[in-house]
């Protein structure tokens, strides 16, 4: 993450790196792309660069940061029109993912996009690890209604969210990666649909409930 230098820089500075950094990692794959590109393109001295950031993968982790950060807010205004419906909010995420992922601006999803399809694997890990991150967690916590979800334990709404984040995160790396590929609405689909009702029968024969968490 990036120094308190680079966070009191002027916005326009900062912007003008952030969007350099971009194009970069969006036109080579990451052990490719060239710090010194970077920083003539911005405009800044080298010594600079290192005042801000430790190092590539530094910037590279902030880049990405920013793009779930987009996404999470996307997340949180859908949550609130939904009035707090998890699954409904995480449908319209992954349609705005699609709807926008061809779109080529810079910090949008055709740039996160264009990143990922350059080095899959080290951009899923960053992505998907900050998905699964505490504070991530805690800012869905706030605005997922919980009376809509089956609850029985305490800290059963903080175990929920991390088992969607841990299955959804792989499907919405998918779509920003391949789009709307022939089959990917489907699968979404059904996944979101299996962990909305549940995969156990309901006093099935082998399904233990203790009479204190019994619905």
Do not use: C, W
Request: proline share 4%.
């Amino acid at each position: 993450m990036p120094s308190n230098t680079f966070l009191n820089l002027p916005e326009d500075k900062q912007t003008r790196l952030m969007d350099a950094a971009s194009r970069e990692f969006s036109a080579k794959p990451f052990n490719e792309a060239s710090i010194n590109k970077i920083i003539q393109e911005a405009e800044i001295p080298r010594g600079s660069f290192y005042m801000y950031f430790r190092d590539k993968e530094d910037l590279f982790r902030y880049l990405v940061h920013g793009y779930v950060d987009q996404m999470l807010m996307v997340l949180e205004e859908a949550l609130l029109r939904e009035q707090g419906d998890v699954f409904a909010s995480l449908r319209s995420l992954f349609d705005y993912v699609l709807e926008k992922r061809e779109e080529q601006s810079l910090g949008g999803m055709g740039a996160m996009a264009a990143i990922i399809s350059r080095n899959g694997g080290m951009q899923r890990g960053v992505l998907l690890n900050l998905l699964d991150s505490g504070a991530v967690l805690e800012r869905l916590r706030q605005s997922v209604n919980p009376e809509l979800l089956d609850l029985r334990r305490e800290g059963d709404l903080g175990h929920m969210l991390a088992i969607l984040l841990s299955v959804t995160g792989p499907l919405l790396y998918a779509g920003i990666e391949t789009g709307d590929a022939p089959g990917y609405r489907e699968h979404r689909d059904g996944i979101l649909d299996i962990l909305q009702r549940g995969m156990a029968k309901r006093h099935a024969p082998g399904i233990l409930e203790s009479e204190e968490y019994r619905a």
